[in-house]
């Protein structure tokens, strides 16, 4: 998970958001040390991490913030969400309710980032295909109406995690260059 005296061509702030308890701390874990934990405590204290990765021939520093509790409406302040070039929205699929508030969550993001924000839908816990409650096709029907990427992963079973966060980070280099 990367070399520290690595030299850096680029960082780029991406911030997950979502309702409480969708996994976005574990996403993050996943990504970040390649750890998951059932039984994760809320966040509390840490702000980012970071993994370096190698996007296009260039060692991109992903610097990935988690919200830390801040999940009630409107309590997400807009210093995280400055400087930020990506973000992952996400919801779990076996809660209804986490979808339904998709849209506000886009409205927040819209009125606090940058235009150029490229964004990723993501339903997790797709291990937990036997209590699904929201359907794919819904998600994927939103995504492509908002013009959203959109993955669902697994953060249990590291699926899809690693493609999500590239194919975030490949789209804001691609963006940039
Ligand atoms: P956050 O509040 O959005 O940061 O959610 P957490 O990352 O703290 O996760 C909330 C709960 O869901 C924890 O008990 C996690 O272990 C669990 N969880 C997170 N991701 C997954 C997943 O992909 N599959 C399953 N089955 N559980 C998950
Ligand atoms: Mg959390």
Redesign the pocket.
Known sequence: YGDPNQKIDYIFKVVLI?D????????LARFARNE?????K??IGVEFQTRTLVIEHKSVKAQIW?TAGQ?RYRAVTSAYYRGAVGAML?YDITKRQTFDHIPRWLEELRGHADKNIVIILIG??N??ENQRAVPMEDAKEFAQKEGLFFLE?????ATNVETAFLTVLTEIYNVLN
């Open positions: 979502g409480s308890a969708v996994g976005k701390s574990q996403i998951f934990s059932l039984d994760s809320a966040t988690d999940e996400v997790n816990k291990d937990l992963t697994s953060a249990l079973e």
